[in-house]
């Protein structure tokens, strides 16, 4: 009697987007069960013009259909609204600037959903994510995606050694152009459908509008550098480090930047006590950068600290390595020295470390 062949099953979360598809396509192409599996994350205001949900919903099974696989439907909106949205809340009120993404990864994306991925027995999960794993000596790492402009190991350095073990993600070896290539020629119906842009349960709607829905407004003075009133906020958790547009007061003439504006004001510190806002005048201004960091909430990807070294950080997403040395690590801090002193390092978003292509982990910036 012949040996039967049972296919490793997989679990592909189907966003209703192009690099999610291709996902759940090119494993089939290796021989793997795919079923797909469409996360509902918000639902808030699923009629507004701002969600997409539906359409998106919609997109992932005409893709499962067209690729001849299952999918289902599964709601994580109350997972979601504990987990990511109460700490994004949290965060702004503090006056930092979360960045919800790295939430939803480590809470949802590879816990909530792996969770129900292994109930449904599958050996493995797999996302649209431009990032790689690597097993080397029984330790798993995670690397950056060969596409350096889509790559976004940045989101997921909160994984560990157990997600990785369980994660694949076939984009880490492509570009984004040959992800688009081979969706045209399936003829799928998302091969041109743009990107989602900021997040997920903002949608394209302003953010002032969105925020002002959940947190009050608290006026307060904005101060310059000198400590003269020169105007008023509307409260201090709808500002961020850097931000330039939206603070109602004019610059002074004939004052010019290093970026070449003539005097914009930029925020550069809260003081939350007081309720006030602090603005520099040009970009240039010293109170803009930082000659190091503290980041809390430390997560590493091999389980514990790296050495302390030279190594690469980002202190935002789409930034180039800056070099920096890891001067202390612990479990739960570390702290940054830069070669060069950093440009608006903003509290809230996350610091993350690599050793070339490696991704080491990495904590929220205090």
Not at 196 to 216: Q, V
Not at 316 to 323: H, M, S, V
Not at 335 to 351: C, D, E, H, K, M
Request: hydrophobic share 35%.
């Amino acid at each position: 009697m012949s040996k039967s062949f049972s296919k490793e099953r997989v679990v592909v979360g189907l966003s209703g987007g192009v690099d999610s598809a291709i996902t759940a396509w090119l494993l089939k192409q290796q021989g793997y069960e795919v079923v797909g599996l469409f996360m509902k994350n918000w639902e808030d205001d699923d009629d507004s013009e701002y969600c997409s949900t539906r359409q998106d919903w919609i997109d992932a099974a005409s893709v499962a259909d067209l690729i001849g696989i299952e999918i289902e439907a599964v709601n994580f909106a109350a997972e979601y609204k504990d987990r990511v949205f109460a700490e994004f809340l949290r965060e702004y009120s503090a006056g930092r600037t979360p960045n919800p993404d790295v939430l939803c990864n480590a809470e949802i994306k590879f816990k909530a959903f792996l969770d129900h991925a292994m109930q449904l027995g599958a050996e493995h999960i797999a996302t649209g994510h431009y990032a790689r794993v690597r097993e080397v000596d029984g330790q798993f790492q995670l690397l950056k995606g060969l596409d350096k402009s889509k790559d976004q190991s940045y989101f997921l350095h909160r994984l560990n050694q157990e997600q990785l073990a369980r994660t694949i993600f076939p984009l880490g070896e492509l570009q984004k152009t040959e992800v688009r290539d081979i969706a045209a020629k399936l003829d799928l119906p998302v091969a041109q459908k743009k990107d989602s842009t900021g997040i997920c349960f903002i949608g394209e709607r302003p953010f002032r509008e969105f925020l002002n829905r959940y947190l009050p407004t608290e006026p307060g003075p904005i101060k310059d550098d000198q400590g003269n009133i020169i105007g008023e906020h509307i409260g201090l958790a709808f500002y961020t480090y850097g931000q330039r547009r939206g603070l109602g007061i004019g610059g002074i003439k004939g004052r010019q930047g290093a970026d070449g504006t003539s005097g914009a004001w930029y925020v550069a510190r809260k003081d939350m006590a007081a309720n006030t806002l602090y603005v520099v005048e040009g970009s240039d201004h010293p109170w803009l950068y930082q000659p190091e960091l503290v980041a809390e909430q430390a997560s590493w990807i091999a389980g514990h600290p790296p050495v302390q070294d030279d190594y690469g950080a980002k202190v935002r997403y789409r930034q180039p390595d800056t070099p920096c040395q890891l001067v202390q690590a612990q479990d739960e801090q570390f702290t940054l020295r830069f070669t060069t002193p950093q440009w608006a390092v903003t509290p809230g978003q996350s610091a993350v470390l690599y050793d070339g292509d490696i991704c080491l982990g990495g904590g929220i910036i205090t």
